[in-house]
């Protein structure tokens, strides 16, 4: 199960996300991604404290207060980690060869939920290669997973290339 915030660790990622509200989103959301060079790709861990402090960043640039509802659901239920990831290739076509894992020592979780496009966007280096670009979502059960430990988020591009995406989920506010 992944840790609750703490209140400290609550108001701090309220704080963030409302004093970074105009930071660009590749700057703010630094802490949890993994960049593997801007013509590979890159994967974003969202963590309660990331979650809620991007929350609170909409709700501060909207010039608004958060709602409960929207703390709740920023919060997650403890029992995922979620990941978005953006791949690119010079594949128009997303085919998915097979399931994203997340690997931890010997322990290997296939995802819950995938989100992958069926049809991939132009990448800034259009035409050039790598002309496309996909954005995913990749959802893993936490119960087999240690929340203090280094993982591994393996992405199948779209060519059937394996990304790895390290993170340090002990680092990881």
């Known amino acids: 199960m992944w840790q609750e915030l703490t209140p400290k660790q609550f108001l701090e990622a309220m704080e963030y996300g409302q004093k970074e ?3 660009a989103m590749v700057d703010f959301a ?5 960049n593997l060079g801007e013509q590979v790709g890159w994967a974003t861990l969202y963590t309660p404290f990331h979650s809620l402090a991007y929350k609170a960043r909409k709700a501060a640039v909207e010039h608004r207060e958060l709602t409960e509802k929207e703390i709740k659901k920023a919060l997650g239920d403890g029992e995922t980690l979620t990941f978005s990831a953006t791949i690119l290739s010079d594949a128009l076509y997303y085919t998915r060869q097979r399931p994203a894992t997340l690997r931890q020592g ?17 990448s800034n280096f259009f035409p050039e290669s790598p002309a496309y670009m996909a954005s995913c979502v990749y959802k893993f059960p936490l119960k087999d997973l240690s929340p203090d430990a280094p993982v591994t988020l393996v992405v199948i591009k779209p060519t059937g290339e394996e990304l790895l995406f390290d993170f340090d989920l002990s680092k990881m506010r």
Do not use: A, H, I
């Open 21 to 23: 509200k105009d930071k």
């Open 30 to 34: 630094r802490e949890w991604t993994v």
């Open 106 to 122: 010997e322990t290997v979780v296939t995802s819950s939920y995938e989100f992958l496009p069926d049809v991939c966007e132009n």
